[in-house]
């Protein structure tokens, strides 16, 4: 039986090897990364096993358009390699979307594989005016309306927004995966 929890300072190690293994040690050097470092995530979720072994990892972070409208970015979303094909992915999308709308977000996006996000909802071509602060696949660059209408408004350069973690500068280990729930 897969849990979902919110993420917590004992599922650090594990998420950041499951991380490591499913997108590579260099994974930091992602356009996205730009938009995640030095923040802390909105929603940040794991699923864990019975025994309480982490399964799978999801984040949303705040990232804000050149006028300052707010969307959310999720990533990485990552399923340990023995529960992939189980459902866990999407219980874990499920869940993150599900609170994102709960908590009044208007829109969520992300870079990723279109055949699987697609059943989600998310789509392409619907962030023609909106760009990220490096190199990606235009094809790739997906959104989803929480709120009909949101992603029309969103334009220019995405940046970083929400709250700073100030603890990162300690380093991982003594950076603690707060989440800033919003409302």
Not at 140 to 166: M, N, S
């Given at each position: 039986?897969?849990?979902?929890?919110?993420?917590?300072?004992?599922?650090?190690?594990?998420?950041?090897a499951l991380l490591d293994l499913g997108f590579g040690?260099?994974?930091?050097?992602?356009?996205?990364?730009?938009?995640?470092?030095?923040?802390?995530?909105?929603?940040?979720?794991?699923?864990?096993?019975?025994?309480?072994?982490?399964?799978?990892?999801?984040?949303?972070?705040?990232?804000?358009?050149?006028?300052?409208?707010?969307?959310?970015?999720?990533?990485?979303?990552?399923?340990?390699?023995?529960?992939?094909?189980?459902?866990?992915?999407?219980?874990?999308?499920?869940?993150?979307?599900?609170?994102?709308?709960?908590?009044?977000?208007?829109?969520?996006?992300?870079?990723?594989?279109?055949?699987?996000?697609?059943?989600?909802?998310?789509?392409?071509?619907?962030?023609?005016?909106?760009?990220?602060?490096?190199?990606?696949?235009?094809?790739?660059?997906?959104?989803?309306?929480?709120?009909?209408?949101?992603?029309?408004?969103?334009?220019?350069?995405?940046?970083?927004?929400?709250?700073?973690?100030?603890?990162?500068?300690?380093?991982?280990?003594?950076?603690?995966?707060?989440?800033?729930?919003?409302?």
């Amino acid at each position: 039986m897969i849990t979902i929890v919110d993420e917590a300072l004992e599922h650090f190690s594990a998420r950041e090897a499951l991380l490591d293994l499913g997108f590579g040690e260099d994974r930091h050097l992602k356009t996205c990364e730009r938009l995640r470092a030095g923040r802390i995530p909105v929603f940040a979720y794991v699923a864990l096993d019975e025994a309480g072994k982490l399964a799978g990892t999801v984040r949303l972070w705040s990232v804000q358009d050149e006028g300052g409208q707010s969307s959310l970015l999720l990533g990485p979303l990552a399923v340990a390699s023995e529960y992939r094909g189980r459902g866990v992915g999407d219980r874990l999308m499920r869940h993150a979307l599900n609170q994102a709308s709960t908590h009044g977000h208007g829109s969520v996006i992300l870079v990723g594989d279109p055949a699987y996000y697609e059943r989600f909802g998310f789509s392409s071509g619907k962030l023609a005016r909106v760009i990220l602060p490096g190199p990606f696949e235009q094809h790739r660059f997906l959104c989803l309306d929480l709120r009909p209408g949101h992603i029309r408004g969103l334009q220019g350069a995405l940046v970083a927004a929400g709250t700073v973690d100030v603890k990162q500068s300690l380093g991982p280990e003594k950076s603690f995966p707060f989440v800033a729930k919003t409302t």
